[in-house]
């Protein structure tokens, strides 16, 4: 899955994170690092993007892109910005086809949140000038890093609709039940029989203090507590069974388990509606339909990168160092050579 993309309400995270999930090299001026479709991403933007990002995660002390086997930390950091470069043309071609763009206050906040994070508009700017940086290149770098999150949204907006979210919602709905068991264990079967017979749900919780071996459950009325379905149904199997196949307010006859036979009282059942969870899922299920859609334009997009960078990985969507042509898989589009 490629890296999440932050909400526009931690915009400073995003900055960076955005850099992290992403996974300054010498090069000869002028030449092409990688071609994405009919776009060309030069060698000397890669080399001040890789300046870029090199600064913002500096900030957190986080170094950037991370070497593989004897490779350098320029020649990992220009892996790392090469990588979003190829994200960010396959985004813009999206952003252009439908009119997005980023709005100029939620750069102004990812900015703000920067200086905020070192300590002011002062500090920023000394700390910009040390880098041979300037204020304009990091706001520039923000309004393209934040047309990903632009992009996901509309992606989303189009994909997951209220059929889809109802889908996903049907397909987990243990995880919205919310179900409370109470039990009387014993060690012999005649005495399940027994209070299985005798026991009602007014006179179980009694019973179950009286007679339950389990005490830690006994001393509240045989309580097990209130748990979601789904934790519930990853237990033991012959209890989860029985329980879940009772209706609420039933008591079931006896079940052998390791730890001996239970009585048990299925208390509540209760499964939270579509509407108070749709939020929930749409936000577990945003990153899995941007993936899906960003993994649809990379395998309709000829991606070729300069072997000087690596190669780029189809499975992990990211630009990888080569060390010989037993490293090359199937479906790669650069050649095996030694990395910068």
């Known amino acids: 899955m490629i890296p999440p993309l932050h909400r526009r309400s931690r915009a400073l995270a995003l900055l960076v994170a955005a850099v992290l999930g992403l996974g300054a090299c010498a090069s000869p001026s002028g030449s092409t690092a990688a071609t994405v479709g009919d776009a060309e991403i030069s060698n ?10 090199a600064f913002l995660v500096g900030l957190s002390g986080t170094p950037c892109g991370t070497p593989v086997g004897g490779e350098s930390e320029d020649a990992a950091c220009a892996r790392l910005a090469l990588t979003n470069d190829i994200r960010e043309e396959i985004v813009k071609a999206y952003a252009a086809e439908n009119d997005l763009a980023v709005e100029q206050t939620a750069i102004d906040e990812a900015i703000g949140q920067l200086e905020q994070g070192v300590g002011g508009t002062e500090a920023l700017d000394a700390q910009l000038e040390e880098a041979s940086l300037t204020r304009a290149q990091v706001d520039e770098l923000a309004r393209r890093l934040l047309l990903f999150d632009v992009v996901q949204d509309d992606i989303v907006a189009d994909r997951l609709d209220d059929e889809a979210l109802q889908a996903a919602y049907d397909e987990q709905l243990a995880t919205f039940t919310t179900v409370e068991v109470a039990h009387i264990l014993v060690e012999d079967q005649a005495d399940a029989e027994r209070l299985a017979a005798e026991v009602t749900p007014e006179t179980f919780a009694e019973v179950a203090a009286a007679e339950s071996i389990d005490t830690t459950s006994g001393e509240n009325g045989g309580s097990l507590g209130a748990f979601s379905q789904a934790g519930f149904e990853a237990q033991f199997p012959e209890f989860v069974e029985a329980a879940l196949a009772l209706e609420v307010g039933e008591i079931s006859v006896p079940v052998q388990s390791e730890f001996g036979w239970h009585v048990i009282h299925l208390v509540r059942s209760d499964v939270a509606p579509f509407e108070d969870v749709r939020e929930q899922l749409f936000a577990e299920q945003s990153p899995t339909v941007f993936d899906a859609w960003f993994r649809e334009q990379v395998d309709t997009t000829e991606i070729d990168v ?6 780029y990985d189809l499975e992990a969507l990211e630009v990888v160092p080569v ?6 898989p199937a479906g790669a589009t650069a050649p095996a050579a030694t990395g910068p």
């Open 306 to 311: 300069n072997p000087r960078f690596g190669r």
């Open 44 to 53: 000397d933007r890669v080399a001040r993007d890789a300046d870029l990002f």
């Open 323 to 328: 060390r010989s042509t037993a490293d090359e």
